[in-house]
């Protein structure tokens, strides 16, 4: 493949996950804001994983059928942009829901086409789809920076009288908005995802032409019947739902971390400023890019089952530093970095598994099936659970138990690991003729 085209799918991948990394961090701070009961909350949030689970049989089963890639991503991004824009502009239910639901039912797919894209113009997968994919992750950092300078207290900014660059771009950093001012500016991270969207629609013209795919319906069924079978297998069914269950402690993370980071130390958080909250988050995504690289010598000298169990238990870890350190702003700054851990040594580690030990025929589907778990249901449980929990268990006047709230997903990533320390026993090696090369593919936040 020419550089010059490696640089145009590396560029796809910067914006696509860019587009999701701008408003995913912060919204579940935002819905309180206007109102919404946690029931709406939840609603709006379940937009994704339901277009996450529609999306997996739409865009394998319509979207790259009937369409040159290239033109479905560009037409969902100029329609799911306007939508995205649309959000940063309402605040009643009803039209923000439809609003989400637009924007998620296209976009959720356009992350297969554009794997699909970058598969159909590279001549060696194994070697050149992993720097491609990187864009993703780079994206998605790349997307929390330009709110260091968007949450910004500029009237504060102002009173300071700065002089000079390096004061003013000092004062500026130092300045970021808190409290209810911060939860309204929120709004501007849909503006950036809108435009970034937009931006991508007309980005999508000037990729490589992929034309549609032809395939038979009957053997993509077939397909899914064979990876549904094989959850007859205990191993397989044991880590189907373990993997629910750490899908369900990644977006209780962030559900609740964004609110929690902002809220200040005399009401027990740890009072980060509102323009520093995603960088802060981001740091996990800059880990993940490093754990990447040390994942294929931890599984050779660990194996499975223990790589897993540390994914898991790095959700552990967080929730306990959440639960017991909470107004330790070092601490919760340091430990963002072990997200980096929880999804390569989980989820990553989850999909190189289907890879090695799936029938080649199936492969595709029994990625989907565990999808499903990731971006669907684990989500779904997620949205449903974490608001209701803030706002009605564990929030009294005002005040949140932080401590009581985060040893919840702390006590349940202690049995999620030892559930699957005590039951998953997957065979010492996959019979020769279903081996490849492990290779993960996809991406859980």
């Not at 780079?138 to 500029?154: H, K, S």
Request: net charge positive.
């Amino acid at each position: 493949m020419s550089s010059p085209v490696r640089l145009k799918l590396f560029g796809m991948m910067v914006l696509e996950f860019a587009i999701w990394g701008a408003w995913l961090p912060l919204i579940y701070s935002y819905l309180p804001s206007l109102g919404f009961s946690p029931l709406q909350q939840s609603w709006i949030l379940n937009a994704f994983p339901l277009a996450a689970i529609v999306g997996m049989f739409f865009s394998n089963q319509f979207a790259d059928r009937n369409f040159a890639a290239e033109r479905f991503l560009a037409f969902s991004h100029l329609v799911g942009g306007l939508a995205m824009l649309g959000l940063a502009f309402t605040k009643s239910f009803w039209p923000f829901f439809l609003l989400m639901l637009v924007h998620c039912l296209l976009y959720v797919p356009t992350i297969s086409i554009c794997n699909s894209i970058a598969f159909a113009h590279i001549k060696d997968p194994q070697r050149e789809f992993g720097p491609v994919r990187m864009g993703g992750t780079i994206g998605w950092v790349l997307a929390a920076w330009p709110f260091t300078f968007i949450l910004v207290d500029w009237e504060a900014v102002r009173a300071a009288q700065p002089k000079g660059w390096i004061e003013w771009l000092s004062t500026v950093l130092g300045h970021g908005l808190t409290g209810p001012e911060l939860f309204q500016a929120i709004r501007s991270t849909f503006i950036v995802a809108g435009v970034t969207s937009l931006v991508l629609a007309a980005y999508s013209l000037t990729l490589p032409h992929t034309p549609p795919k032809k395939a038979a319906e009957t053997a993509d069924r077939l397909a899914w019947l064979k990876a549904m079978r094989l959850l007859r297998k205990p191993y397989v069914l044991v880590l189907w739902l373990v993997t629910f269950v750490d899908a369900f402690l990644l977006y209780a993370y962030f559900n609740w971390t964004g609110l929690f980071l902002a809220t200040e130390p005399q009401q027990g958080g740890p009072g980060i400023p509102g323009n520093w909250i995603m960088p802060v988050m981001s740091i996990g995504q800059v880990m993940e890019i490093l754990t990447m690289l040390i994942l294929g010598v931890t599984l050779k000298r660990l194996g499975w089952r223990t790589t897993m169990v540390l994914g898991i238990l790095g959700h552990t870890a967080r929730f306990a530093v959440y639960a017991f350190f909470p107004q330790n702003q070092v601490f919760i700054i340091l430990v963002q970095m072990l997200h980096g851990i929880c999804y390569a040594f989980f989820f990553a580690t989850v999909y190189i598994f289907v890879d090695a030990y799936f029938p080649k025929d199936s492969r595709a589907s029994a990625q989907g099936l565990f999808n499903m778990m990731i971006f669907g249901f684990g989500n779904i449980a997620a949205n449903f659970v974490c608001p209701w929990l803030r706002q009605e268990v564990f929030t009294r006047d005002g005040l949140t138990d932080y401590r009581a709230m985060f040893l919840v997903p702390t006590v349940i990533s202690v049995l999620a690991a030892g559930a699957l320390a005590l039951l998953f026993r997957p065979p010492a090696l996959p019979p020769a003729e279903e081996a490849t090369p492990p290779e993960a593919a996809g991406r859980a936040t």
